[in-house]
């Protein structure tokens, strides 16, 4: 393999007292909380996403991604969809059973070949505007996804000198998120994050016959200079400065175009993987004159096959075009054979039939996930399913999926992911978030108490259902409807902010009922425990529930009306009693009045004289005789048809 030239680097200085041809010494370790991989033997397959992607022919996978803070892992696939799955409840099933079946959370579409996707490197679950994707697709803008809804939170527009849309075939963030870097056919467009729309800075890196050729299919930023890198379409890799200029360091002729760039967390140590090629280059920057290692996997077609690092930067980890996933240890002094040196595995094992395109690991426990890719040799089974496999391999088909792999002590005897200082048992913890979840429970921000299987919000100790937002309402186990704190019953509600207690709210009913009524269209005032009606202000004073309200026979048509031990004709012109009764008296009465078994009739407002029941005729209080009445403003008693006023019919006087 021929050592690649390189342009005489500015802004890279050597280690002093390093000898040109010499490789350097790596960098030493730091004393950090890293997840602990059990690299002796290949990972154990805990999840996986199969019967997602196999709903379309030959919609194989284009890479995967964990989120910057491991609460979800994000994916691009050949039917121009992103899908987001949440970190799955730990670890998986027992030997030899199917693996469960991941859904995404969100998913998106966009309307062509999706080019480049990728996180918003700031990206924190707990802070919902900073969960953001990035993604590139064929004469589309960029668009900001948000991951929480998969609705559209901007686009970045780019248009070339015919003031035709362009798309980039490779994005990249700025460390501190800050700018979005597009990779163009010779260039790169700078959009600021914080601006969606038209427009961007756009550098020029080829000029003059010198610099890169060719569509930049992929970028990556420095963790600790103010650099990034270009990879071309037409096999050369250049090294920039993030303020402006030209190259610092450009590599001309590799012998394959690369598709994926990373640097190490260091920042010292720049990966290079290309399209049909054999080998994963490494440099260290510090001598950039020729590569470092040379780590060998297979890549037979021309799609982008992706690798990672772990996050120590010691191990990296890749898929190829044969199925298989390797793993190589970066401190591991290389056997010093060939020109670069290729460094051996530490690890190899088959994960699929065909190709791994997509390897990610996730930044704080030991797990990967896989993503498969388009296949040398398409099999017609691809959309079935079909058996696991054997020791020897998986079995034919069945390959189209997204796939976590457990990576870790297999003895942890715990029910959820161990976050650092959560010493509960029983609770699961979400990445990122320090609240309980019982089992099932994927959301965030939602958090469950201890010995409780009720949903509370943030700082809530009452119960919530999801997508309840309201705090001070709670709602009991196995029931959807709204309880106020204290409230036992089940199947009765409260409405939004009704702060009452006592009085509740029948499904489907806003009027409130006391306890144990369970009549709809009645409702009951504030601290009254009496029947109103609807617009009824009136305290002390209740309707009758259900009373019919009839008309004597007229023109408005005839109907039988039937009432104990009654049968006749009437019209009924109402349900629901109009009239004001007494608490626990069937006679009605007008406001003010509180005598009992007396009754006023409808339309009779006077207050000091009633009406008998069954009888028409106005009586003094006490008056308990029928067929005399007094006359209003009268104390005497007159007979029917007397109107005169003063005088006294006795008893009995005809």
């Known amino acids: 393999m021929a050592a690649p030239m390189v342009d005489a680097p500015q802004g890279v200085p050597e280690p002093p007292g390093t000898p040109p041809d010499a490789a350097p010494a790596q960098p030493e370790e730091e ?145 501190d998120g800050s700018r979005l870097l597009g990779g163009f056919d010779g260039a790169v467009r700078e959009f600021p994050t914080e601006r969606p729309g038209r427009g961007g800075l756009q550098r020029n890196l080829h000029q003059g016959g010198h610099g890169q050729r060719g569509l930049i299919g992929c970028l990556a930023f420095s963790p600790s200079q103010s650099l990034f890198a270009c990879g071309s379409y037409g096999r050369s890799l250049g090294l920039y400065p993030l303020e402006g200029g030209g190259a610092v360091a450009l590599w001309p002729r590799l012998p394959a175009a690369p598709t994926h760039l990373r640097f190490s967390p260091c920042g010292t140590y720049l990966y290079a993987g290309g399209r049909k090629d054999r080998h ?79 390897a990610s690991l996730h930044p704080g426990l030991p797990l990967l996930a896989t993503a498969s890719g388009q296949r040398l040799f398409p099999a017609p089974w691809d959309s079935d399913g079909d058996s696991e496999g054997t020791e020897e391999g998986p079995a034919p088909g069945g390959d189209i999926r997204l796939q976590l792999w457990w990576w870790g002590p297999e003895d942890s005897g715990d029910s959820g992911w161990d976050l650092p200082g959560d010493s509960g048992t029983g609770d699961c913890h979400l990445p990122g978030d320090s609240e309980g979840h019982i089992p099932g429970d994927s959301g965030t921000g939602d958090c469950h108490l201890p010995g409780d299987s009720n949903c509370h919000l943030l700082g809530d100790n009452e119960g919530h259902i999801p997508e309840d937002s309201g705090t001070g309402d709670c709602h009991l186990p196995g029931d959807s409807d709204c309880h106020l704190p204290g409230d036992s019953g089940t199947g009765d509600c409260h409405l939004p902010g009704d702060s009452r207690t006592g009085d509740r709210h029948l499904p489907g009913d806003t009027d409130c009922h006391p306890s144990g009524d369970t009549r709809t269209g009645d409702c009951h005032l504030y601290g009254s425990t009496e029947c109103h009606l609807p617009g009824d202000t009136g305290t002390g004073d209740c309707h009758l529930p259900g009373t019919p309200i009839v008309t004597p026979l007229g023109t408005l048509g005839l109907e039988i009306v039937t009432s104990p031990g009654t049968l006749g004709l009437a019209v009924v012109t109402s349900l629901g009693d109009t009239e004001c009764h007494l608490p626990g008296d069937t006679d009605c009465h007008s406001s003010g009045d509180t005598g009992t078994g007396d009754c006023h009739l409808p339309g009779d407002t006077r207050t000091g004289n009633c009406h008998l029941s069954g009888s028409t005729e106005c009586h003094l209080p006490g008056d308990t005789r029928t067929g005399n009445c007094h006359l209003s403003g009268s104390t005497e008693c007159h007979l029917p048809g007397d109107t005169g006023t003063g005088d006294c019919q006795p008893l009995g006087t005809l």
């Open 31 to 175: 004393e950090l909380d890293f997840p602990q991989y059990e690299l002796g033997r290949p990972p154990r397959p805990v999840w996986g996403a199969r019967e997602e992607f196999a709903k379309r022919p030959e919609n194989y996978l284009r890479g995967c991604k964990w989120a910057p803070d491991g609460s979800c892992v994000l994916t691009c696939s050949n039917d121009n969809a992103l899908r987001i799955f949440d970190l799955p409840l730990p670890p998986g099933p027992p030997p030899g059973a199917p693996l469960p079946q991941l859904l995404p959370a969100v998913q998106v579409a966009e309307g062509d070949t999706i080019y480049d996707f990728t996180w918003y490197p700031l990206m924190d679950s707990s802070d919902p505007p900073s969960c953001l994707v990035a993604a590139s697709s064929r004469d589309s803008p960029v668009h900001l996804w948000d991951a929480f809804d998969g609705t559209l939170r901007g686009s970045f527009r780019a248009h070339n000198h015919l003031d035709e849309p362009v798309a980039p075939h490779s994005l990249a963030f700025a460390p």
């Open 280 to 358: 994963i280059l490494c440099w260290d920057l510090r001598v950039p004159e020729r590569p470092l290692l040379a780590l060998p996997r297979r890549v037979a077609t021309n799609q982008r096959v992706t690798f990672d690092l772990d996050p120590s930067g010691r191990f990296l980890v890749s898929g190829d075009t044969d199925g298989f996933v390797t793993v190589w240890d970066t401190l591991a002094p290389p056997p010093g054979q060939g020109d670069p040196p290729e460094l051996p595995p530490l690890l190899r094992f088959r994960a699929l039939r065909d190709c791994v395109n997509g």
